[in-house]
């Protein structure tokens, strides 16, 4: 009898090696980032300079541990366990109101008190919601088309988690989620038209809010003009860009930014990109772009190859998830995009964000290792052995 191809599914041992290494190397551009922009605001505010990167050092110790954790945990279980993960993180949305439990920071309530560390429930509800609509469009596939079954149960889910979300409020967290909701569904087989009656409705009512609040009000004027308002609502931004021009094509090097000298606020978080750019110039901030291009053409290229429709929903929502608030932070740091308070994955400070997004790519790569591929080249045809004669 011919040899036939081995065809194998892949062991924990085998995943996405490049995706892995990929993130890692994200991850310490981070934290040496955290370090350098931080001390000296650190110092200042709490008489310790490795404040932010030792409780940043503790979130990346968990999220690498939440990372080996989704890599070898089969992504099947989450089917089981979907709508406890969205009941759990519902519940958590909605205890950040609650006095004593949730805590506000510069008056926005986002974070859960849990001892000496602190939780963003809205980092987590991107991937509970991620998970209830690759459970939910796997089951519904040929019934997408339908606008009671295939539309409207996503959205009124959906709506009430950014409902809670907007309400903390954290207006940059509740549109990555939508764009988020209405990509899954557009891949799922929703109807086109069902998605821009919705965002006929929605988008005027985003403008609406952005004109009577006075402070997203003022970001966009910002955006106009940051020049023109410089040394007020513009001046972040202003900063920001000027980071980005001081540092040219190769940077000043490594700890030598002048923004990070309290030019620049909250420059270990919303806007490291503009310190890291100053530093490493140009091509630094292309060899930040690369890294995350390879983490979505891996995401895209796995959403393709995974095994089940359910693999493949999951695969592309994970991705989703760490790619656009990437795109989002990149283009709101160089002045393309408005000012919005969403951080870069795997480089701003923030241990939910960090948390949530390591937890993602091990998902990613337990898909990864399901994939099924041939273990080599098909071994030469072979004839039979003869047997030997009686």
């Not at 079954?149 to 889910?157: A, E, N, Y």
């Not at 609040?213 to 004027?221: C, E, M, S, T, V």
């Not at 955006?223 to 007020?232: A, E, L, N």
């Not at 000043?252 to 503009?274: M, N």
């Amino acid at each position: 009898m011919q040899n036939e191809t081995k065809v194998h599914v892949a062991t924990p041992v085998h995943y996405d090696q490049m995706l892995q290494i990929t993130t890692c190397s994200l991850l310490a551009l981070g934290m040496a980032m955290i370090f350098i922009s931080s001390t000296l605001m650190a110092q200042s505010q709490y008489d310790d300079a490795y404040y932010f990167i030792k409780r940043q050092g503790v979130y990346a110790l968990l999220g690498l541990g939440a990372l080996f954790l989704g890599r070898y945990i089969n992504y099947h279980n989450y089917k089981r366990w979907v709508y406890y993960i969205l009941l759990l993180s519902l519940i958590t949305l909605v205890l950040v109101f609650v006095p004593g439990i949730g805590g506000k920071i510069r008056g926005a309530a986002r974070w859960l008190r849990l001892g000496p560390l602190t939780l963003q429930p809205s980092e987590f509800a991107k991937l509970a919601m991620v998970m209830f609509l690759a459970y939910s469009l796997s089951r519904k596939q040929e019934k997408m088309k339908y606008f009671a079954i295939g539309f409207l149960p996503h959205m009124l889910v959906a709506g009430l988690f950014i409902a809670l979300i907007l309400k903390e409020p954290d207006f940059g967290t509740s549109i990555t989620l939508g764009a988020i909701v209405f990509t899954m569904l557009f891949v799922g087989g929703t109807r086109v038209t069902h998605i821009l009656l919705t965002l006929s409705a929605v988008i005027p009512l985003g403008v609406l809010m952005v004109l009577r609040d006075p402070k997203k009000f003022a970001r966009i004027l910002s955006f106009m003009d940051p020049w023109k308002h410089g040394q007020d609502v513009g001046y972040q931004l202003k900063q920001a860009l000027l980071a980005i021009g001081s540092g040219g094509l190769w940077g000043l090097g490594p700890g030598q930014s002048r923004a990070k000298l309290f030019y620049l606020p909250d420059c270990h978080t919303d806007f490291i990109l503009a310190i890291f750019s100053e530093e490493m110039g140009f091509l630094g901030v292309l060899l930040v772009m690369a890294l995350f291009a390879i983490i979505l053409c891996r995401g895209f290229r796995l959403s393709l190859k995974a095994p089940d429709s359910f693999g493949s929903y999951l695969a592309l929502g994970l991705t989703l998830m760490i790619g656009l608030p990437a795109l989002i932070n990149m283009g709101v740091v160089s002045g393309i995009l408005p000012t919005k308070g969403l951080s870069l994955p795997f480089l701003s400070y923030g241990g939910s964000g960090l948390l949530v997004n390591l937890l993602a790519v091990g998902i990613l790569l337990n898909i990864s290792s399901q994939v099924k591929f041939p273990l080599g080249p098909p071994p030469r045809a072979t004839k039979p052995p003869v047997e030997a004669e009686k």
